[in-house]
């Protein structure tokens, strides 16, 4: 059984989440910020500014845990908003994220979708107005890559 099990792991490709930033960058770029991704301590961040507006937009651990990290490294923005499934919330809803986190690695296992939903952090000072942007329509992109082609198993 633990064979099987191991096997498993190995045969599984693993989450990939290199979209993400992909998605993020070309969502802010459509909206006219210019951009600068990092990762600090291996959470992706990335800046985005125009002449009036200082944004960090950050990915959040669907347990939470990497939230203190997030607050520290966008300490000094005036307003902080979750972005989870296109919807935005004022603090993360950790066991809807879990949860979701939980389904989607299932799914993932029996090849339905190849990522899990991205749960991120929007730090902004106060000219920017994020809220305002169509944060539905970053959900509709990484969606479109979820699901798994048949054809890229072994990828």
């Known amino acids: 059984m633990l064979a099987l099990a191991i096997a498993w792991k190995i045969v599984l ?20 910020f210019n951009v600068a991704a990092t990762y600090e301590t291996g959470t992706l961040v990335i800046r985005a500014t125009t002449a009036s507006c200082e ?21 000094g923005a ?19 994220t879990v949860l979701d986190y939980l389904w989607s690695r ?20 106060s000219s920017c107005n994020a809220e305002r942007l169509p944060w539905s329509e970053l959900q509709s992109s990484t969606t479109k890559l979820r699901r798994a082609d048949p054809s890229k198993h072994n990828s």
């Open 78 to 96: 005036q307003r902080s908003f979750v972005v989870f499934r296109g919807e935005m919330y004022t603090r993360q809803p950790v066991f809807w």
């Open 13 to 32: 490709p693993p989450d990939y989440q290199g979209h993400l930033k992909d998605d993020l960058v070309e969502f802010l770029e459509g909206k006219h």
């Open 55 to 75: 944004m960090h937009v950050a990915k959040l651990a669907p347990d939470g845990s990497n939230a203190n990290l997030i607050r520290h490294l966008t300490a």
């Open 106 to 125: 299932f799914l993932r296992e029996l090849r339905l979708i190849r990522t899990v939903s991205p749960v991120i952090s929007v730090a902004e000072n």
